[in-house]
């Protein structure tokens, strides 16, 4: 049975408003560097209509700072004067069933009946994918009238049971227009540059850079070569942009780990070893030999960036079979680690899943922690020298791309609910064996190959498969991404990879 006392220590601001700011990951945040607030959290909405029950889930992998995020809004809440006793948080760390969400939800609307106002509730429950069939609890309390005018967040790091758990509400997550589904991953690399460089804030500022529709204009020019003059004003920041894209290279997007290397100059070798456990601890309650996760891994690195087969993997791998590289992939990509690219059918726009597909990482540190776990050196060094050969700065380039392209894609689509970026994000290949790195498509007027071309000079004659795609399927522009070139051609525009991820 829960405590009460349990209730309260959980909930500090219930005899202090300002106790959030004893919080040890406020405290946290505070001292960080970087200070670093998701855009996420400001685009959910919490309050709707009372007889409107709204139940979100927020999921991604481990220690990308989704409970920091819940405690941001519950202070924000706080200083906007929102009753102290409408506003609850448990951590379901040490949870065993969805009886115990019933008993902690009920404890807390017992307790604080009398002190609560008749205005809207919001429910934090913190870590409920640690909790097996933990929506099951909510269900019951949502169809027994129990949560009126309440906006419940549930989050998880185990990513695939928080999916899972709220695919199993139906037409009991409210009414809303958006996504009911909302996953915070590692930030991308205009979030990082903003945050890193306050020229680079100044200038996305000033050219409301930070507004979507603002990006979706420039962006929708540069596909017909069309240049916005905020590019321009984009582009005069390349130097800087290119630097701080070295450093994004290295530290991927996660706020401790980029606070570790602002702070120190390196990362220590326990935050590698702690990131790696918390991924191997997932993989190891799913009844996964961790062995062959290494050595799938392993595969994945060596083939990033070029086309592969679940045999090419598995024999790579030595896994014994196609099943389980297919398996073990698809794993990897349901707990946020890994993106799988298909190849694009042009006639029907569709992908082709029984082709050969492109894997990437979804974020550079977790290769760089893959990658050191089979290293004999440490993992700091082993990711510098990784990084000074220019072959892997493009294939990383490229994987940070197709990262940034499937976040594109979401941001632009109207369907978020059922969101797949399989539909948006391929690559192409033409009848001679050659590839275009990627083709978007956002589904109805953008259909554009995306060639990355991490280097200086630029070639037209290393573009056979561009020319062919725009032959096969008169789409007639095209983006080459390059190190520093800025240009545009009779055919497409070449544009460097670290300004073009400013917009998207």
């Known amino acids: 049975m829960v405590k009460d006392s349990d209730l309260r220590r959980a909930n500090p601001w219930w005899l202090n408003r300002d106790g959030i700011q004893e919080d040890e990951l406020i405290k946290e945040w505070e001292n960080s560097t970087i200070k670093y607030d998701p855009r996420l959290r400001h685009k959910i909405v919490y309050d709707f209509e009372p007889q409107n029950t709204v139940v979100y889930t927020l999921r991604g992998p481990r220690q990308v700072g989704k409970s920091t995020l819940i405690k941001l809004q519950i202070r924000d809440f706080l200083k906007k004067g929102i009753s102290p006793w409408n506003i609850f948080y448990y951590a379901l760390d040490l949870a065993e069933s969805p009886k115990e969400i019933v008993e902690v939800i009920e404890g807390y609307l017992q307790l604080t009946k009398r002190q609560r106002k008749e205005d809207r509730c919001y429910i934090f429950l913190d870590e409920a994918s640690s909790v097996e069939n933990w929506q099951k609890g909510v269900k019951w309390l949502i169809d027994g009238g129990r949560l009126p005018n309440c906006t419940l967040l549930a989050s998880g790091s185990h990513a695939i049971n928080i999916k899972t758990g709220t695919e199993l509400l139906p037409g009991r997550k409210g ?107 997932d ?153 275009v790195d990627f083709i978007f498509y956002d589904g109805k007027d953008i259909e554009v190959p995306i060639e990355v071309k991490y280097r200086n000079s630029i070639d037209p004659r290393e573009f056979p498969a561009l020319f062919q795609f725009f032959r096969k399927t008169r789409t007639k522009n095209g983006i080459v991404l390059s190190e520093k070139e800025f240009d545009v051609k009779s055919e497409y525009v070449v544009i460097p990879v670290s300004v073009f991820l400013m917009l998207i």
């Open 175 to 281: 009414k809303i227009e958006d996504n009911y589904d909302k996953v915070l991953i590692p930030m991308k690399f205009s979030e990082y540059a903003t945050l890193l460089d306050k020229g680079i804030k100044n200038m996305v500022f000033e050219n409301s850079l930070i507004s979507f529709e603002v990006r979706k204009a420039i962006f929708t020019k540069l596909v017909n070569r069309e240049i916005d003059e905020r590019l321009d004003v984009i582009n005069s920041h390349v130097d800087e942009l290119n630097n701080i894209f070295q450093e994004y290279m290295q530290t991927g997007g996660t706020p401790k780990i980029v606070d570790e290397k602002l702070k120190t100059g390196t990362i220590s070798e326990h935050l590698y070893t702690n990131y790696l456990d918390t991924f191997k601890g």
């Open 283 to 435: 993989w190891n309650k799913l009844g996964k030999k961790e062995t062959l996760l290494k050595q799938f891994c392993g595969a994945i690195i060596k083939a990033l960036g070029s086309r592969t087969s679940w045999n090419k993997l598995s024999q790579a791998a030595e896994l014994g079979s196609d099943n389980t590289a297919q398996d073990y992939a698809l794993t990897l990509k349901d707990l946020f680690l890994l993106t799988i690219i298909h190849m694009y059918g042009e006639e029907k726009k569709i992908p082709l899943i029984k082709k050969e597909r492109k894997l990437y990482f979804h974020d550079p540190y977790f290769l760089h922690i893959f990658n050191g776990w089979m290293s004999p050196s440490d993992n700091f060094g082993t990711s510098e020298k990784f990084l000074e050969d220019k072959i892997n700065q493009g294939r990383m380039a490229e994987q940070i791309v197709a990262d940034h392209l499937i976040r594109w894609a979401f941001i632009l689509s109207e369907k978020k609910q059922t969101f797949d970026y399989y539909n948006h994000v391929f690559y192409w290949e033409d009848g001679n064996n050659r590839e």
